[in-house]
Every structure is written in structure tokens, then in C-alpha cells.
């Protein structure tokens, strides 16, 4: 399956990864749907920029971002990369907190991906935005983060059999450290990160978003159940 011609629908679209892939998917001539929660600037912005189509769902509302999905008829590629991060001791951590994020990172990816396949066509792609912290996490208060991210694992490679027959691959792609919004090159953690990188720089959103490109290639159409990490050796 190659971009162009193609219905792409992007969970989690307006900034840093997210905004990558629409980006790389809407040159590539595919046309792009993306959802946002709070950016609505950032949304407008990108949509102006790209020609893809800003739509505001909520990926922790289970209910509205399903009507999202199936509003928008038949998805080739499917990706998901609204993420959550909430990190902190455990014993102190507001429980209320941790299930927001649970209810974004699980359940909006699993449900976003289910009903993404019920119009899918046969070959299409579903790939996850994970991250590499679910096989490698050197640092305290990240617990429940991680817990998320591993069960993205999981999560995959059921899929990965259950679409299997219709030639649907199900693909987690797992960044590292990344210079977004969220983890920022010059921000406060980046010291830690480097020292535990084999190459010293962080990665950039494009290269995440290159590789999502390649995933949802008919080059890739053999890869299923697999995690992708893109770290610069961080979980080496």
C-alpha cells in the first residue's frame, strides 16, 4: 500500500509527532484526517498548512472518539499517537490522573484501532505510537507511565493476529527521546536522557514520522505484531 490515494486518519495529530506524520503522509499525497483535544490553534494551523482535515475528539472519550472513527467511512491507515504522561512517586500520585491516562494511551488505542478495522480494507495498517520505555525505563516515578506503553505491546501483537487474515498489519513504533513539546531537547530531563543514549542527540519528530511512512508502505507488508523502537540506543 503506498500514501497516495489513500485514507489516512491520525489519532493525536496537531503537535510534535502527530503534526510529523500528518505532515509526511499529506505530501506523500494521502488525504489526512487528524484529531486534536486541546490545540485548537495548532489544529487550524496545520490543517491550513496541509490540507488535512482538523477534527476535535477527545482520545480519552471512548464514545466520541469512536463516532469520530466511524464518521469518517472507510480508514487505509490508521495511526494512533495521542499519549498521556503523568509520572511522579506511586504512593503519592493522583489516581484520577493515572486513569485519564490509562484512558488515552489503552483504551483509546484499543478501541480506536478495533473500530478503525471494521471498514478497513483488506491491506490496510494500523501502527501505534508507543514508546521505548516499555522495554527499558532507568529512572524512578514512571511506573504507571510504563504500564501503558507495555500493554501497547500486547495489545499489537493480539491484533496482529486477529486482522492477520485480512492482510491488516498492526505495528508499534517506540521513540525515544524525541525533541517535542513533552520532552524537550534543552528541557529540564534531557541531561538524563543523553547519558543513557548511545548516540547523543535526541531524535526528531520527522524521523518517527519517516518510519511510520515506511510501516504503512507495501514494502512493510510482512511486518506485523513487531515494535519499532527509534531511540538512539536509549533501551540498547
Known amino acids: 500500500m503506498e500514501s497516495s490515494n489513500h485514507k489516512v486518519f491520525v489519532v493525536g495529530g496537531s503537535r510534535g509527532i502527530g503534526a ?10 494521502a488525504t489526512v484526517m487528524f484529531t486534536y483535544a486541546a490545540s485548537a490553534d495548532a489544529a487550524i494551523a496545520l490543517a491550513a498548512e496541509t490540507g488535512a482535515q482538523a477534527l476535535r475528539a477527545d482520545a480519552g472519550e471512548r464514545d466520541v472518539l469512536i463516532a469520530a472513527i466511524r464518521d469518517a467511512g472507510p480508514i487505509d491507515i490508521f495511526i494512533y499517537n495521542a499519549g498521556l504522561l503523568v509520572f511522579g512517586d506511586p504512593l503519592t ?36 505510537i ?12 514512571l511506573a504507571a507511565y510504563v ?17 492477520g487474515p485480512r492482510d491488516i498489519t498492526v505495528n508499534v513504533i517506540q521513540p525515544g527521546p524525541t525533541d517535542t513539546d513533552m520532552n524537550p531537547a534543552e ?21 518517527v514520522a519517516a518510519l511510520a511512512l515506511y510501516l504503512a508502505g507495501t514494502q512493510a507488508r510482512g511486518i506485523t505484531g513487531a515494535m519499532h523502537t527509534i531511540d538512539g540506543g536509549f533501551a540498547a
Open 147 to 163: 504500564m501503558t506503553k507495555a500493554a501497547m505491546q500486547g495489545m499489537a501483537r493480539g491484533l496482529a493476529r486477529d486482522m
Open 93 to 128: 500520585l493522583d489516581a484520577d490522573d493515572v486513569d485519564q491516562m490509562i484512558d488515552v494511551n489503552v483504551r483509546g488505542a484499543y478501541f480506536g484501532s478495533v473500530e478503525a478495522s471494521r471498514m478497513m480494507p483488506d491491506g490496510g495498517r494500523i501502527l501505534v
Open 20 to 29: 510529523a506524520i500528518v505532515r509526511r503522509f499529506s505530501a506523500a499525497g
Open 187 to 207: 528541557g529540564p530531563r534531557a541531561a538524563g536522557m543523553l547519558a543513557e543514549m548511545a548516540i547523543k542527540r535526541y531524535g526528531t519528530a520527522d524521523e
Open 130 to 141: 508507543g514508546s521505548d520505555t516499555a522495554d527499558s525505563m532507568p529512572f524512578t516515578g
